[in-house]
């Protein structure tokens, strides 16, 4: 299987018309996991990764979650399929920057679980829209499924143990990507951020640590693994979510009210840019998208379109626009190439109208 | 721009800075260049940091016996090494445990077939006084449904 089947293929992030929401983009979870008596991938020599990789990889392929899925391995892959991996948040940039690492993907990219990252196994869940329990759920089931077959690191005290203190214990990782253009035009993020981070609560741009937040795209998630059961993590994460959401909604309404026609013009300038501009950086892209997905939120933009605008962030990024195009492309080849995309996606797209929600 | 620190010997401007940490507490020196080069031998306190400086590079204090990683490694990496240096290292990063975690014992799933006994009986020990305190309270609903739980968590103790 190669990156190409993964990019042809009708994805759950890419193409799941009925699952996308407004404001929420996706929910995510992931499990930390390690094989008992074999060291940690950062202090294995390579060899034992070997081990681990084929004891994983061969758990994984046999499970029904996973037949007909990808195995991948990084070091069978160029530079820029793994570029394009990570930017589909299949892989991280850890697993994508070493050879030894492999990650199998379910058919229809919902599940994927990286080996040889951090830890031996990082089980990924990812839903388009907020489904916190159906999410948990499919880990749940994932989880439970490997542990029939590989016997997990485990002590009575400290729960599931990993390479590194920050996921001992549970080894989740619960988060949401939310789009919040509302919040930032309001010049709110900074005060949101603060609250959530106070409650231990990580905010993160869209390509997780260390990215900024293009397109005002954010990824909450839990800080703390251990000491609160999984129920417990859920919990706290959701009641903050249905409370960013509601003042995602508050900040947009109040915009909308207090600016007017600007609040539209703004929509539509972005709409009118992405139909006819010949060239596009990726940030600029992802910063006029993010105006459409608002509009197609409030009703400025008919929202059975805003799958395609989702997926147009997705697609527009760097190595996704060179692996559609097939070859390596400089900087302005590649922002021709993303200006053509776009404007062919958009083509059809009606004018955009006051907002109604 | 601030003003430059004066050495701690003469009136020039300091360009070595040295700090230590004793019980605890830093104490910082600050040396002009030529100072600095005198060695400092002439003050005990300049020479105990020197010598501090120079002493051999630090011996680890602990080694996982099962995949050879010191705590040294840890300090560097910030990761661990294998499964086993959890009971290596176990104490000692209970303090960071502490800092970065809701609370260094686990609470939650564990894999099937596998009893966690030292989290039941951490549950048992809160149910038990939930319970006392809703008796108290007078709450006799919730104080029923612990003395279920109670009950069943001492049986999945007891099997």
């Not at chain 1, 609160?228 to 508050?250: D, P, R, T, Y």
């Not at chain 1, 909308?256 to 013009?265: L, M, R, S, T």
């Not at chain 2, 686990?106 to 894999?111: D, E, I, K, L, S």
């Amino acid at each position: 299987m190669s990156v190409e089947d993964i990019l042809a293929a009708e994805s759950e992030l890419t193409h799941l018309l009925g699952g996308q929401q407004a404001v929420v983009l996706s929910t995510r979870i992931r499990l930390a996991r390690n094989l008992e008596g074999l060291p940690f991938p950062g202090w294995a020599k390579l060899p034992q990764r070997k081990v681990i990789a084929d004891r994983c990889v061969g758990a994984l392929e046999a499970l029904p979650k996973f037949r007909r899925g990808h195995v991948v391995r990084m070091g069978e892959l160029g530079d820029r399929d793994r570029t394009v991996l990570v930017e589909r948040h299949l892989v991280s940039k850890e697993l994508a920057a070493g050879k030894s690492g492999a990650t199998v993907i379910s058919r229809d990219q919902t599940c994927s679980v990286m080996v040889n990252e951090e830890d031996h196994l990082r089980i990924q869940v990812v839903k388009a829209g907020w489904h916190l329990r159906g999410t948990w759920h499919i880990a749940e089931q994932l989880d439970a499924a490997l542990g029939d077959v590989l016997k997990m690191a485990f002590s009575d005290r400290l729960g599931y143990l990993t390479a590194c203190p920050t996921n001992v214990g549970t080894g989740l990782r619960a988060s949401a990507m939310v789009h919040l253009p509302g919040l930032c035009l309001a010049g709110h993020m900074d005060k949101v951020t603060r609250a959530l981070n106070q409650d231990g609560l990580a905010v993160r741009g869209w390509l997780g640590e260390g990215t900024e937040a293009a397109g005002n795209v954010f990824q909450i998630s839990n800080q703390q693994t251990l000491g609160l059961s999984e129920e417990a993590i859920l919990k706290h994460l959701g009641g903050w979510i249905k409370q960013v959401v509601e003042q995602e909604w508050n900040a947009r309404r109040k915009l909308a009210q207090e600016e007017g026609e600007k609040f539209v013009d703004r929509l539509a300038r972005s709409l009118g840019v992405l139909r006819s501009a010949r060239l596009l950086t990726s940030s600029e892209a992802m910063n006029m998208l993010s105006h459409l997905r608002l509009a197609c939120d409030m009703g400025c933009l008919p929202e059975e379109r805003r799958h395609l605008v989702d997926r147009l962030m997705i697609e527009g990024q760097p190595a996704h626009v060179q692996a559609r195009a097939g070859q390596e492309l400089d900087s302005d080849g590649r922002d021709r190439r993303r200006a053509s995309m776009v404007r062919e996606a958009l083509k059809d797209f009606p004018d955009v109208v006051p907002p109604t929600a | 721009m601030s003003k430059p620190i004066q050495c701690s010997l003469c009136e020039e401007a300091a360009t070595v800075h040295l700090s230590q940490v004793v019980h605890g507490k830093v104490t910082k020196v600050h040396l002009c260049e030529h100072c600095a080069q005198k060695g400092g031998a002439t003050d005990p306190a300049v020479f105990q940091l020197a010598d501090a400086l120079t002493a051999a590079t630090p011996m680890p204090a602990l080694t996982c016996p099962r995949c050879g990683f010191t705590d040294l490694d840890f300090r560097k990496r910030g990761r661990l090494g294998c499964p086993a240096c959890w009971d290596t290292f176990g104490e000692a990063l209970d303090a960071l445990l502490l800092k970065v975690q809701h609370e260094p014992a686990h609470f939650g799933r564990a894999p099937a077939g596998v009893v966690p006994v030292a989290q039941l009986r951490r549950r048992l020990d809160a149910a038990r006084a939930e319970m006392a305190a809703a008796v108290a309270g007078e709450d006799f609903d919730l104080a029923a449904r612990l003395r279920d739980e109670i009950a069943a968590l001492e049986r999945q103790l007891a099997s």
